[in-house]
């Protein structure tokens, strides 16, 4: 069974920076997409950054380009996000999802292992 576990969130100042991380057990396929989404109060649930595993191919979504960074430990079976320049719309509970397959997008529908989510929150 795949299990998915966040940590790493926080309350910081805008500007500042956290890193979040998400441990992953419970399989053994090579190829997969994993990823980071957010959920803000009131607000539908966005992709964020997600990483194929192949290739280390990264997609962020728009309005954390250039901020944010997706990267991934295999020996650790670890997925990171590393968050500067926070603002406070980046505020929302984080959450770490994973599914397996050959190609990978934002699409927060095309993933089937969430966790259980870490809360960011950035203040102005």
């Known amino acids: 069974q795949v299990q998915l576990q966040e940590s790493g969130g926080g309350s910081v100042q805008s500007g500042g920076s956290l890193k979040l991380s998400c441990a992953a057990s419970?399989?053994?396929?090579?190829?997969?997409?994993m990823g980071w989404f957010r959920q803000a109060p009131g607000k539908e649930r966005e992709g964020v950054a997600v990483?194929?595993?192949?290739?280390?191919?990264?997609w962020y979504g728009g309005s954390v380009k250039g901020r944010f960074t997706i990267s991934q430990d295999n020996a650790k079976n670890t997925l990171y996000l590393q968050m500067n320049s926070l603002k406070p719309e980046d505020t929302a509970m984080h959450y770490c999802?994973?599914?397996?397959?050959?190609?990978?997008?934002?699409?927060?529908?095309?993933?089937?292992?969430w966790g259980q989510g870490t809360q960011v929150t950035v203040s102005s």
């Open positions: 999802a994973a599914d397996f397959r050959d190609s990978c997008s934002l699409g927060l529908y095309e993933y089937n292992y």
């Open positions: 990483i194929y595993s192949g290739v280390n191919t990264a």
């Open positions: 419970g399989y053994t396929y090579s190829r997969y997409c």
